[in-house]
């Protein structure tokens, strides 16, 4: 059965299930992109929350969420999401939780845990088809403990581990990993990019989610403004500027198939982009770095060629 899909903001869930008050930074992207992401889960969920900046949402005694919450040490948030959800299933089985009030398992993560430190015990918990949704909030560092570089960190970023000397003008040297990849090689039922300046996108994508069974993955570009040195009443822009220029692709991927779901009619230069963040100010002062820009619009600009030459494969 295919689900019904919304067609604008004014289609978005009118339910929230994540009030306001939190403690996290203002301008929080993550932040902005989880109020969907529940709104499209609904109240019959609990959140499986691996260390790390959302930690901060639920202190006790005062928790800003309508579902229940549990908190994991950075490397295990999907063994603790095994356990609920054969827990749950156990209770079902026996006869003493009626199906009706079964629970969605969501794993709440950052790029620290998804990329490297929770890496392990993901890949195992996809391997065992855990029914479970994955949502990592990336914001290209290890936001919570002073910015410092991890996995999903892009090319050139400076963070508090790759500062800009005279030994090292470019910042982060190594490129961001593709984690849509290493869980696409699983062969998982859903995955998904989202972004919280495109709601209808993410909303319709969770609902797709929905008719699969097995390890779902949604992976949100997350502004960070005092990470990415950025005003925080940009956060939405900045996220608008990443799809528009192309270095955040807005793709799903149903049991291996990849389909890009936002594609900009003319991409606008990356460093545009760029240019609004401070991890990024050593690329334009004192000196411009011609050759480090332009690589980083080579970079977007394969990976685009590289999806119109598959679409074109495939028509």
């Known amino acids: 059965m295919e689900p019904t899909l919304i067609k604008s903001i004014k289609d978005l869930p009118a339910e929230e299930n994540l009030l306001p008050g939190t403690p996290t ?3 929080c992207g993550g932040l902005l992109a989880l109020r969907h992401c529940l709104k499209a889960l609904g109240k019959k969920t609990v959140i499986v929350n691996a260390a790390g900046c959302f930690t901060l949402l639920s202190v006790y005694p005062f928790t800003p969420f309508q579902n229940s919450w549990l908190y994991t040490a950075m490397a295990c948030a999907p063994a603790g999401a095994q356990g609920i959800r054969d ?20 794993v709440l993560t950052g790029d620290g845990v998804a990329y490297d430190i929770g890496l392990a015990s993901t890949s195992g918990a996809i391997h065992r088809h855990l029914d479970f949704y994955y949502i990592c909030s990336d914001n290209e560092a290890y936001g919570n403990t002073g910015f410092q ?13 790759t500062p800009i000397g005279k030994i090292s003008p470019t910042g982060t040297i190594l490129a961001k990993k593709d984690l849509f990849e290493i869980w696409r090689s699983h062969i998982p039922p ?15 994508k969770f609902k797709k ?14 502004p960070c403004p005092p990470g990415w040195t950025a005003d925080p009443a940009h956060s939405a822009r900045l996220a608008k500027l990443a ?18 779901t936002v594609i900009p009619k003319k991409f606008k230069p990356v460093e545009e982009y760029l240019k609004e963040q401070g991890r990024f100010a050593h690329l334009f002062k004192p000196v ?6 332009k690589k980083i619009q080579e970079m977007v600009d394969t990976y685009w060629k590289d999806v119109q030459k598959k679409e074109s494969i495939k028509a």
């Open 190 to 204: 859903y995955l998904a990019t989202i972004s919280p300046d495109h709601p209808v996108d993410l909303i319709n």
């Open 209 to 222: 989610a929905e008719q699969y069974k097995g390890p779902k993955l949604f992976i949100n570009l997350s």
């Open 243 to 260: 799809v528009d220029t192309g270095i955040w692709a807005l793709k799903e991927s149903l049991y291996g198939d990849v389909r890009h």
């Open 87 to 106: 827990a749950l299933d156990i209770l079902i089985k026996k006869g003493r939780l009626d199906p009706g009030e079964d629970l969605k398992v969501i």
């Open 149 to 161: 570089s991890s996995g999903a960190t892009p090319f050139a970023s400076k963070t508090g581990t």
């Open 25 to 27: 930074c203002a301008g």
């Open 288 to 293: 411009r770095q011609e050759d480090v820009l």
